[in-house]
């Protein structure tokens, strides 16, 4: 459901900053909704107000996250099973900056 509605929230602010460009590109003209919508300010901060609620909470939802050094995967809380210990990210780090 989150996923859901974090793709209609990008779908709109790229309609709504983008629409006129792309309809006009594709030469089709847009929908009267779309020239309503874009008119209207309230519309677009109700969707950023849901695409900024929507992005935090969908985080939490596994509480998974992972660290990278340089692309490799240093730790990884999903694999894991555990949160880390800040001593044992830092050692993690040292190691693969000492053996470059």
């Known amino acids: 459901m989150t996923r859901c509605l974090q793709s209609l ?7 709504f900053f983008l629409g006129d460009l792309i309809f ?4 089709i003209t ?3 909704l779309l020239k309503e919508i ?10 950023i107000a849901l695409g900024i609620y929507t992005v935090p909470s969908s985080m939490g939802v596994s509480g ?6 340089d692309g ?4 990884s809380k999903f694999e894991k099973k ?3 210990e800040p001593d044992e990210i830092v050692a993690s780090i040292n190691a ?3 053996s470059r």
């Open 38 to 47: 874009t008119g209207s300010y309230i519309a677009l901060f109700i969707f």
């Open 64 to 69: 998974a996250y992972e660290v990278y050094l």
């Open 9 to 15: 929230v990008l779908l709109f602010l790229i309609l």
């Open 96 to 98: 693969k900056l000492s």
């Open 72 to 75: 490799n995967k240093i730790f």
């Open 30 to 32: 847009p929908p009267q």
């Open 24 to 27: 006009s590109a594709l030469k």
């Open 82 to 84: 555990r949160v880390a």
